[in-house]
């Protein structure tokens, strides 16, 4: 068949000569001289692909003692995100500086310094604002120092920014504010203005109808207020939400003490106790309520569990004397009224006491 194109023949066609299809044929013909390589490129050599465009530097190198392949793959993995093909570009790094070698020993300039350290390109030195935002997330405003020059291209150790979504500042916000304001209901109760606190604490609850403390708190403030009924919804409410507190049995307690409903008080207290074993005001109480119904054996073993907690009380040690003068037991009554005595502070209490164990001498010698 006749033809007019002219045929060549060769061992090896590279098609393409750009600079990956230049270095081909090159690497082609320093595997074995004799073979003939033959490079197809439709356009003019001189000016076609990407390195006629404005190719000035390499842009990818690790020189040793500077970098290494594997921190390339970490900044080139982040400033991809990811979308990377590891194992090439790895390969490459890796081959990257016996390539510029390559290049320099055919007479390709790198420029270097005056001391003879190449010219590295980084991001330009200044100070930079930098903006971190996400969808659903809080924006970061960062400021990035990077103005000091320096000497050599250098790993930057930066900072982990920690992204917070906007639903936990909020929620982080909020409790900051319960917080701020359940301290100044506190602060009201303490000054006794309970209406100033009710207003502030019926708010919270508006704001969190599952806000146990502002609840307790409300609690408080209408107990203080002798406003019984609502005290007592307001305290079943926290027991609801916080079934494991035991402060709250025991205002219960005081609510049905105060009302002289002394099944209920002691309920409530008995089950103070249980969750708080030392909830001493608790087993206090107790005691003061079976004492008051003439139950005298049974009270005095509640002041005494009150002592075991708190040896030095004065009103404890009081009542477990009036029990053992009911019992008749003098000698026990004296030893605990004049402990008492002596850890009272209460003038007025020293003399009744006082004279209460004078009295109670006179029996014995009798
Ligand atoms: C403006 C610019 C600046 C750059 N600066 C840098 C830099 O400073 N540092 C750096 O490392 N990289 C730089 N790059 C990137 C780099 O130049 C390229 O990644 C690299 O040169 C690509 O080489 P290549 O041989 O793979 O492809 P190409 O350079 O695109 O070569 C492909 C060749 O194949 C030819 N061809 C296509 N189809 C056929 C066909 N059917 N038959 C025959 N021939 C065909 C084309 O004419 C072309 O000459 C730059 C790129 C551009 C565009």
């Known amino acids: ?24 044929a090159i690497r082609a013909k320093e595997m074995d001289p004799d073979q003939t390589v033959v490079v197809f490129e439709k356009g003019d050599i001189k000016y076609s692909g990407c390195i006629a465009r404005g190719m000035d530097a390499l842009n990818i190198v690790a020189v040793p003692g ?17 979308i990377m093909d590891e194992p090439v570009n790895y390969r490459m790094a890796q081959r990257s500086w016996e390539m510029l070698r390559k290049l320099e020993s055919w007479d390709v300039c790198f ?11 980084g991001i330009p030195h200044g100070i930079y604002n930098v903006a971190i935002s996400k969808d659903g997330y809080r924006t970061q405003n960062l400021e990035w120092d990077f103005s000091a020059t320096q000497d050599r291209m250098q790993k930057i150790e930066m900072q ?27 602060e009201k ?13 019926k708010k919270m609850i508006m704001d969190n109808p599952d806000d146990a403390n502002a609840h307790y708190l409300l609690g408080i403030s209408y107990q203080r207020k002798k406003q019984f009924p609502e005290a007592i919804v307001e305290f079943e409410k926290t027991a609801k939400m916080s079934p494991s507190f035991s402060g709250v049995y025991h205002q219960l307690g005081l609510i049905y003490q105060e009302q002289q409903e002394w099944i209920k008080a002691l309920e409530f207290y008995a089950k103070a106790i249980e969750l708080e074993p030392k909830s001493v005001e608790s087993f206090y109480n107790r005691g003061l ?31 477990a004397g009036r029990c053992y003068i009911h019992r008749a037991d003098f000698k026990k009554a004296i030893e605990y ?30």
């Open 111 to 121: 420029p270097t310094d005056e001391k003879g350290e190449y010219k590295l390109v």
């Open 289 to 319: 309520i079976l004492f008051e119904q003439n139950r005298v054996e049974e009270s005095l073993v509640e002041f005494e569990k009150a002592l075991e907690i708190k040896p030095e009380d004065p009103e404890f040690l009081e009542m």
């Open 337 to 366: 009224l004049e402990k008492a005595k002596l850890n009272s502070s209460d003038q007025t209490k020293i003399e009744f006491l006082d004279d209460l164990v004078s009295k109670l001498r006179e029996q014995i010698k009798k």
């Open 189 to 201: 109760i303490g000054q006794g203005d309970f209406d100033g606190a009710i207003e502030i604490l």
């Open 1 to 24: 068949m006749k033809n007019d194109y002219p045929v060549i023949e060769c061992d090896v066609l590279v098609i393409g000569g750009g600079s990956a299809g230049a270095m081909a």
């Open 66 to 82: 500077l970098s290494t392949p594997e921190l390339y793959i970490e900044a080139n993995s982040m400033a991809c995100e990811g």
């Open 160 to 186: 982990t920014i920690v992204m917070v979504s906007e639903e936990k500042i909020q929620q982080i916000e909020r409790a900051k504010q319960a917080q701020e304001e359940f301290n100044e209901a506190r």
